[in-house]
């Protein structure tokens, strides 16, 4: 058998860390919307578990590998497979690549191996190998609680946007490390983010730590609100993303983008297009 599979960007729409456990997780509120932009992942049948991907993806401690094993051994499976990995979303960026990489490997390998283990079991697994994981197995935009594991799937409307990524990598620990981060944000509602003043009471807690130790970010900003009028910073960066008005206007947007920046244009959507290839490939199946 041989198919392939989308693993989806994401971008936090809003960002809020409401506390810090004792176990040192902080606790966060924040809306996933998964895009229709990302990497793919292709498998094959095969005797042993092999990964072809770019080697500075980790090597042996990739994702996607631990995904492999943590299903294998949760499920007792003992056959192997052959994934390539098609590499478009940056490292490090805020867009959940790696986390999105490990989610389409489980469906993907829960698929190939026929284990027929539920969603709810593959985002259990997913939620040992990193708490954003669960919400690319899941496959919903979602507004999120706990340490982004405690989801509430969204039917958020479509949009359009850029998003840019400065030339830099940043490290998820050296934001949630730092003594002026944001702990306290009081707790909102869903409802509050779908009304009329979430622009305003809404933000990403991480921006202003990020924008301070990494000025590649702050310039990020500051081009795309001046060529937008709006701009944000997902997840814990890289990228900051802006709404558009379509496509085109992405596209021009990009030409200009100023070296060594990348960006892409994607659009928001409801289902990720990893459980959109897998029905059609059940579908063929059956």
């Not at 936090?12 to 992942?41: E, P, S």
């Not at 807690?205 to 910073?233: H, K, M, S, Y």
């Not at 928001?268 to 059609?280: G, Q, T, Y």
Request: proline share 6%; net charge negative; glycine share 10%.
């Amino acid at each position: 058998m041989n198919f392939s599979l989308p693993a989806p960007a994401k971008l936090n729409l809003f960002l809020h860390i409401t506390g810090q456990r004792a176990d040192g997780y902080h606790t966060l509120q924040t809306v996933f919307a998964l895009l229709d932009y990302g990497d793919t992942l292709h498998f094959a049948s095969a005797e042993q578990l092999t990964l072809d991907a770019p080697a500075e993806l980790g090597g042996e401690n990739n994702l996607i590998l631990r995904a492999a094993r943590a299903l294998q051994q949760s499920s007792g499976c003992g056959l192997g497979a052959a994934i390539r990995l098609d590499k478009r979303l940056p490292a490090g960026g805020g867009v959940g690549g790696g986390s999105s990489d490990a989610a389409s490997t489980l469906l993907g390998l829960n698929h190939l191996w026929q284990l027929g283990l539920s969603i709810d079991q593959l985002a259990q697994i997913g939620l040992s190998l990193g708490a954003d994981v669960p919400v690319f197995v899941r496959g919903q935009s979602a507004w999120a609680d706990g340490i982004g594991e405690q989801l509430q799937p969204l039917e958020l409307t479509e949009q359009f946007f850029l998003v840019v990524h400065p030339g830099i990598s940043i490290p998820t620990a050296a934001i949630f490390a730092d003594p002026q981060l944001t702990r306290r944000t009081p707790e909102s509602r869903v409802a509050a983010f779908l009304g009329p003043a979430a622009e305003t009471l809404f933000r990403n807690d991480c921006e202003p730590v990020a924008t301070r130790l990494f000025p590649e970010v702050r310039a990020t900003i500051e081009w795309l609100e001046n060529q937008t009028g709006n701009a944000r910073l997902t997840g814990t960066g890289a990228c900051v993303f802006a709404r558009i008005a379509n496509r085109q206007q992405g596209e021009a947007l990009l030409h200009n983008l100023p070296t060594p920046w990348q960006g892409f244009v994607a659009r928001s959507v409801n289902e990720s297009p990893a459980h959109v290839a897998l029905a059609k490939l059940r579908d063929t199946a059956g």
